[in-house]
């Protein structure tokens, strides 16, 4: 579904790195992708505001909530960071809040450190059904910190699926972190810079 946004990326992501030796991440990645959504005729709403709101990023012209995300490939899974869960007291809470998908899709500019240790720009943009993340229907277990100030001590919450591992890290502001399997993602473009 999003194949035709590849080209526009690339060519922003050149652009980039003729200006910039680090990754394209953050609000950088939104507005490549915004100036992409419109190139390719989807539109998008997305203003370079600052705006860290939980869920979409930018909506298009026929209403497509994404979410960016950058990413890191680590052998056949892509992590991406989420919400912030701090404002949800118990782990109940913090899972009927994830049961709403706050986006249609979750579009990932990842990376693999590998690559990028040996110079080589390359970057991998994932696209993610958030239905398939129903973090609400897993069984979930209490983590033990192996070290630091929660040495032994409870530090999250983690749930292990077919597809997908999820964590929630109380230390970073119960923070949630997935990784998915690649397999398992909607569609995996590489794209190659330099």
Same mark, same amino acid.
């Given at each position: 579904m999003f194949e035709s946004l590849v080209p526009y990326i690339k060519e922003s992501l050149t652009k980039h790195h003729e200006l910039y030796t680090g990754k394209c991440k953050a609000e950088y990645w939104e507005e490549n992708l915004a100036y992409a959504l419109r190139q390719?005729?989807?539109?998008?709403?997305?203003?370079?505001?600052?705006n860290h709101k939980s869920g979409a990023d930018q909506t298009t012209d026929c209403g497509i909530r994404i979410s960016n995300?950058?990413?890191?490939? &680590? #052998?056949?899974? &892509?992590?991406?960071?989420?919400? #912030?869960?701090?404002?949800?007291?118990?782990l109940q809470e913090?899972?009927?809040?994830?049961? &709403?998908?706050?986006?249609?899709?979750?579009?990932?500019?990842?990376?693999?450190k590998g690559n990028w240790g040996k110079g080589k720009k390359i970057y991998y943009f994932i696209v993610i059904d958030p239905k398939k993340l129903n973090y609400h229907e897993h069984e979930w277990f209490e983590t033990i910190g192996q070290k630091g100030s929660l040495k032994d001590k409870?530090?999250?919450?983690?749930?292990?699926?077919?597809?997908?591992?999820?964590?929630?890290?109380?230390?970073?502001?119960?923070?949630?972190?997935?990784? &998915?399997k690649l397999d398992a993602c909607e569609e995996i473009h590489d794209i190659v810079i330099g």
């Open positions: 390719a005729g989807y539109g998008s709403d997305w203003k370079p505001d600052c995300k950058s990413g890191s490939i &680590v #052998r056949d899974v &892509v992590g991406i960071s989420g919400s #912030r869960l701090t404002g949800h007291g118990t913090k899972l009927e809040f994830l049961s &709403v998908p706050k986006e249609d899709y979750i579009l990932s500019l990842a990376t693999e409870p530090n999250g919450w983690k749930m292990i699926s077919e597809n997908y591992i999820a964590t929630i890290t109380k230390k970073m502001s119960d923070q949630l972190w997935t990784g &998915v």
